[in-house]
């Protein structure tokens, strides 16, 4: 097996090495004039399993679309030079939240993303918490493994907890079966008392609307959970509601913080008494250290990760490492 990790995802990369127990295969990336590059091995492929790590979020340095381009590439490479099988490992899968159209004459940007992949001779993608489980799942014709961060939470909401009762609640529509998704995880691995709530969002033309709220949250212990934050606009707007409804605390939970400059509200509003996001992308580090006071925490997704890798190239279970139902 080959596992390596590209230029800006080294934290990371780390991590799922240390759970796998052996460093990345060793790579080459270079820039040229004019803004071109390459990449390459600097290790034999041929006849191996290789499996690559890349972050997809855009920062400073390097867009969305330079960090997608230098992936696909590289797995190109490896296909090129013989590699058995290709696996990109894409922990916050970009264009995911274009997955259908909505307006006249829409991209559906998903499923564009995934014939680029397959067109490199990609055979399998391993993300963490889709936007749309369906529409990842749909959109590729090559194996996808999805892995969620249900469990990965568990504890911590746990100890938010400490003996009350809690409210999953949902901040739009779209996130309704992911809520009901870790509902039931914790109903199954702990004896706490779970509710559920719902609040509405529509969003046309970047006008967020949408008044609903539905569900019980007086006195309780809400979290808020989505696949990502950004901005922080539709997590502030369901913590606000949450606390006009009575709730005793209100705590965010995203797997990919992604969080651009307007987040800056989140670590300063009280209607959020913390957030938890994972480290699937280096951005979650970076808002940790422009913002030290921020009640942020980050969440390893190494050790998941790499027990999927090891999985994928052993035969071993997925569902079983997932806590899936046979």
């Given at each position: 097996?080959?596992?390596?990790?590209?230029?800006?995802?080294?934290?990371?990369?780390?991590?799922?090495?240390?759970?796998?127990?052996?460093?990345?295969?060793?790579?080459?990336?270079?820039?040229?004039?004019?803004?071109?590059?390459?990449?390459?091995?600097?290790?034999?492929?041929?006849?191996?399993?290789?499996?690559?790590?890349?972050?997809?979020?855009?920062?400073?340095?390097?867009?969305?679309?330079?960090?997608?381009?230098?992936?696909?590439?590289?797995?190109?490479?490896?296909?090129?030079?013989?590699?058995?099988?290709?696996?990109?490992?894409?922990?916050?899968l970009?264009?995911?939240?274009?997955?259908?159209?909505?307006k006249?004459?829409?991209?559906?940007?998903?499923?564009?993303?995934?014939?680029?992949?397959?067109?490199?001779?990609?055979?399998?993608?391993?993300?963490?918490?889709?936007?749309?489980?369906?529409?990842?799942?749909?959109?590729?014709?090559?194996?996808?493994?999805?892995?969620?961060?249900?469990?990965?939470?568990?504890?911590?909401?746990?100890?938010?907890?400490?003996?009350?009762?809690v409210?999953?609640?949902?901040?739009?529509?779209?996130?309704?079966?992911?809520?009901?998704?870790?509902?039931?995880?914790?109903?199954?691995?702990?004896?706490?008392?779970?509710?559920?709530?719902?609040?509405?969002?529509?969003?046309?033309?970047?006008?967020?609307?949408?008044?609903?709220?539905?569900?019980?949250?007086?006195?309780?212990?809400?979290?808020?959970?989505?696949?990502?934050?950004?901005?922080?606009?539709?997590?502030?707007?369901?913590?606000?509601?949450?606390?006009?409804?009575?709730?005793?605390?209100?705590?965010?939970?995203?797997?990919?913080?992604?969080?651009?400059?307007?987040?800056?509200r989140?670590?300063s509003?009280?209607?959020?008494?913390?957030?938890?996001?994972?480290?699937?992308?280096?951005?979650?580090?970076?808002?940790?250290?422009?913002?030290?006071?921020a009640?942020?925490?980050?969440?390893?997704?190494?050790?998941?990760?790499?027990?999927?890798i090891?999985r994928?190239?052993?035969?071993?279970?997925?569902?079983?490492?997932?806590?899936?139902?046979?």
């Open positions: 097996m080959r596992f390596f990790v590209l230029n800006g995802a080294e934290e990371l990369g780390a991590s799922i090495a240390a759970a796998l127990g052996h460093a990345p295969a060793p790579h080459e990336e270079r820039d040229f004039e004019g803004g071109e590059h390459k990449a390459r091995p600097l290790t034999s492929v041929r006849d191996e399993d290789v499996f690559v790590l890349h972050d997809l979020v855009g920062d400073a340095r390097f867009s969305v679309n330079d960090r997608l381009v230098r992936l696909l590439f590289f797995l190109a490479a490896c296909r090129d030079h013989g590699a058995a099988r290709v696996t990109a490992v894409t922990p916050c970009a264009y995911g939240r274009k997955d259908r159209q909505t006249a004459r829409d991209p559906v940007t998903t499923r564009y993303v995934a014939q680029l992949f397959e067109a490199v001779g990609v055979d399998r993608i391993v993300t963490v918490d889709a936007h749309n489980i369906a529409a990842f799942q749909n959109a590729f014709r090559c194996e996808t493994v999805h892995l969620d961060t249900r469990r990965l939470f568990t504890p911590t909401i746990r100890q938010l907890a400490n003996g009350r009762p409210t999953i609640l949902s901040p739009d529509g779209g996130g309704i079966k992911r809520a009901q998704l870790l509902k039931a995880s914790l109903e199954t691995d702990t004896d706490m008392k779970i509710g559920f709530g719902l609040m509405e969002k529509r969003r046309s033309r970047g006008v967020v609307s949408g008044d609903l709220f539905a569900g019980s949250v007086e006195g309780t212990v809400v979290v808020i959970i989505d696949d990502m934050i950004v901005s922080g606009g539709t997590i502030l707007r369901a913590a606000e509601a949450c606390r006009e409804h009575g709730a005793a605390s209100v705590h965010a939970f995203a797997a990919h913080g992604m969080f651009d400059s307007a987040a800056v989140l670590f509003t009280d209607a959020i008494d913390s957030i938890a996001v994972t480290d699937s992308t280096a951005a979650a580090a970076r808002a940790k250290t422009a913002f030290p006071a009640r942020l925490d980050i969440i390893g997704v190494g050790d998941l990760i790499g027990q999927a090891t994928l190239h052993s035969g071993g279970s997925i569902a079983d490492l997932l806590g899936m139902e046979e």
